[in-house]
């Protein structure tokens, strides 16, 4: 599975387009930019592992995934951890049970304050891959 994401200019957010070649490499590439907004090389991180798992239900496939890395960005701040890795149990245009892997870090370069509804809508385009706009609040 690829995908890839890309960050655009947006005044005080951050804007990140990311693209998938199904819906599980897209929300796989929203943690790692979400990781990569957050500047922690992961190179250079040597704290402790952590893992939680998310099991979340949404009204569309939008919301899904505005949740999920909402979710993703609660654990960021509860555990001070970085998540880069995603294994899903489950994936749904409405529903997902995924556990997500990451290590504990001493702080961030940049700090998210949330993930943001604002222009986003996940949509499958004419070549097969999925895309969505994920802005967030920084």
Not at 86 to 97: D, G, I, Y
Not at 98 to 120: M, N, S
């Amino acid at each position: 599975m690829a995908g890839s994401f890309t960050f655009m200019d947006h005044t005080a957010d951050r804007r990140l387009k990311v693209k998938g070649d199904d819906l599980e490499s897209l929300f796989i590439e929203g943690v790692k930019g979400l990781a990569y907004l957050l500047q922690v090389d992961m190179q250079k991180i040597h704290g402790a592992s952590v893992k939680r798992t998310i099991d979340i239900e949404a009204p569309d496939t939008t919301s899904l995934l505005i949740d999920f890395l909402s979710e993703v960005l609660t654990y960021t701040h509860i555990d001070k951890s970085v998540y880069e890795k995603v294994q899903f149990e489950f994936l749904e245009p409405r529903h997902l049970k995924a556990r997500i892997f990451g290590h504990r870090v001493e702080g961030f370069a940049e700090e998210v304050k949330a993930v943001t509804y604002h222009e986003a809508e996940v949509s499958q385009v004419e070549n097969g891959t999925w895309e969505s706009m994920v802005i967030f609040d920084i």
